[in-house]
């Protein structure tokens, strides 16, 4: 089994020491992945449903910061050396294909052949309308841009010719370190999703899959392989969870999991008492995980404008994650082979109201301590 980390430029993770730190921390301690997300606007006051809670919405409000999902990743190529890179996920229907192609076997090259493309066909029809794309023609955008994302991929000029997206012979340079390309990991909770992995993809994402429905999307998965005649073990299966234990891990894998990705750590609810039940509810930590580790030098936006708005930076009752902290590993968030160090705030970090932060140099420092 192997172990991704999600939402990588989500929140403070937009900003670069705390994505460095996590990506680097990440690496150290063995997990195989870090994936971004995507979502070029949102929509203020959208109605459309957000599938994975169970009010429809997002976490977090509608302006916290959401960087783009590939240029982070070809930061981390530059700070790391063996984690893979992944979009978990990049919103197809909303691209033009010859960009992708481009932009993501530029990531490869960059990284020496760690990238991964996991693309979705999307959700939030006002994001589509605010672009300009019609929201129904999704799916068959989708499918289409991935076959021709491929077509670009293959050596010398080629051509393409679609319902969308049509050009003469073009050539599309450099080509991918990872040959025949970039693998494609098709995101997606729903059968067509599914359908779409078996008939498309080099593997498949149903984000935060409980068991049942996983093994429902699996069956579907595997009848459509069988259909067209593919075997359905050239398929990588991955998810995501929010905690894992061994046990869940165990699950997953009896199921033909691969790969179980989680959230990045984050916070107590109980420490932060005043902050929305929205935040809580989509376990950047349940009540008994640590605090997230975030190195961070003086300069370190210590989180958005909108978290200090309501209170998250300042006084005993909700420490800075991003202040130094007594170091814990948590083995009871995932298994001791993929073990991230978290934070907790030390008492003397919760008296100290503000946001004061040690420097930069003192946190290595300490990090380097504990690891001896």
């Given at each position: 089994?192997?172990?991704?980390?999600?939402?990588?430029?989500?929140?403070?993770?937009?900003?670069?020491?705390?994505?460095?730190?996590?990506?680097?921390?990440?690496?150290?301690?063995?997990?195989?992945?870090?994936?971004?997300?995507?979502?070029?606007?949102?929509?203020?006051?959208?109605?459309?449903?957000?599938?994975?809670?169970?009010?429809?919405?997002?976490?977090?409000?509608?302006?916290?910061?959401?960087?783009?999902?590939?240029?982070?990743?070809?930061?981390?190529?530059?700070?790391?050396?063996?984690?893979?890179?992944?979009?978990?996920?990049?919103?197809?229907?909303?691209?033009?294909?010859?960009?992708?192609?481009?932009?993501?076997?530029?990531?490869d090259v960059l990284s020496?052949?760690?990238?991964?493309?996991?693309?979705?066909?999307?959700?939030?029809?006002?994001?589509?309308?605010?672009?300009?794309?019609?929201?129904?023609?999704?799916?068959?955008?989708?499918?289409?841009?991935?076959?021709?994302?491929?077509?670009?991929?293959?050596?010398?000029?080629?051509?393409?010719?679609?319902?969308?997206?049509?050009?003469?012979?073009?050539?599309?340079?450099?080509?991918?370190?990872?040959?025949?390309?970039?693998?494609?990991?098709?995101?997606?909770?729903?059968?067509?999703?599914?359908?779409?992995?078996?008939?498309?993809?080099?593997?498949?994402?149903?984000?935060?899959?409980?068991?049942?429905?996983?093994?429902?999307?699996?069956?579907?998965?595997?009848?459509?392989?069988?259909?067209?005649?593919?075997?359905?073990?050239?398929?990588?299966?991955?998810?995501?969870?929010?905690?894992?234990?061994?046990?869940?891990?165990?699950?997953?894998?009896?199921?033909?999991v691969h790969r179980v990705?989680?959230?990045?750590?984050?916070?107590?609810?109980?420490?932060?008492?005043?902050?929305?039940?929205?935040?809580?509810?989509?376990?950047?930590?349940?009540?008994?995980?640590?605090?997230?580790?975030?190195?961070?030098?003086?300069?370190?936006?210590?989180?958005?404008?909108?978290?200090?708005?309501?209170?998250?930076?300042?006084?005993?009752?909700?420490?800075?994650?991003?202040?130094?902290?007594?170091?814990?590993?948590?083995?009871?968030?995932?298994?001791?082979?993929?073990?991230?160090?978290?934070?907790?705030?030390?008492?003397?970090?919760?008296?100290?109201?503000?946001?004061?932060?040690?420097?930069?140099?003192?946190?290595?420092?300490?990090?380097?301590?504990?690891?001896?």
């Amino acid at each position: 089994m192997k172990f991704g980390v999600a939402f990588t430029n989500a929140g403070p993770l937009a900003y670069p020491e705390p994505f460095a730190a996590l990506v680097r921390t990440a690496e150290e301690c063995g997990f195989d992945s870090v994936w971004t997300v995507e979502h070029v606007v949102v929509p203020v006051g959208y109605k459309s449903r957000y599938p994975y809670s169970a009010d429809g919405r997002m976490p977090g409000p509608d302006d916290v910061p959401l960087s783009d999902p590939l240029i982070p990743l070809a930061y981390a190529a530059a700070i790391t050396e063996r984690i893979r890179l992944g979009t978990g996920i990049l919103i197809l229907p909303q691209r033009h294909p010859a960009y992708v192609a481009k932009e993501v076997a530029t990531l490869d090259v960059l990284s020496r052949g760690r990238a991964i493309l996991g693309i979705g066909a999307g959700w939030l029809a006002e994001e589509f309308a605010a672009l300009g794309i019609p929201f129904e023609e999704r799916g068959p955008r989708t499918d289409e841009a991935i076959r021709a994302i491929r077509t670009l991929w293959q050596p010398g000029p080629q051509s393409f010719e679609g319902k969308f997206f049509r050009w003469d012979p073009v050539e599309s340079n450099p080509k991918p370190v990872q040959q025949p390309g970039v693998p494609i990991v098709v995101g997606g909770h729903s059968i067509p999703a599914a359908k779409r992995a078996a008939r498309l993809g080099d593997g498949f994402f149903p984000a935060f899959g409980e068991p049942a429905a996983l093994a429902r999307l699996l069956d579907a998965l595997r009848t459509e392989c069988a259909r067209i005649g593919r075997n359905q073990t050239d398929i990588e299966i991955t998810t995501g969870a929010f905690t894992v234990d061994a046990d869940t891990v165990a699950r997953y894998a009896e199921l033909g999991v691969h790969r179980v990705v989680i959230a990045p750590p984050g916070f107590r609810p109980r420490q932060h008492p005043r902050r929305p039940a929205s935040f809580r509810r989509h376990g950047h930590a349940s009540s008994d995980q640590a605090l997230v580790i975030f190195p961070a030098s003086p300069c370190t936006p210590p989180f958005p404008r909108h978290h200090r708005r309501q209170g998250r930076t300042r006084g005993a009752r909700t420490a800075t994650p991003v202040s130094g902290g007594e170091i814990i590993p948590t083995h009871k968030l995932v298994p001791p082979c993929a073990c991230m160090f978290l934070t907790r705030p030390s008492a003397e970090t919760t008296r100290t109201r503000g946001t004061s932060q040690p420097p930069a140099a003192r946190v290595r420092k300490r990090l380097r301590r504990r690891r001896e």
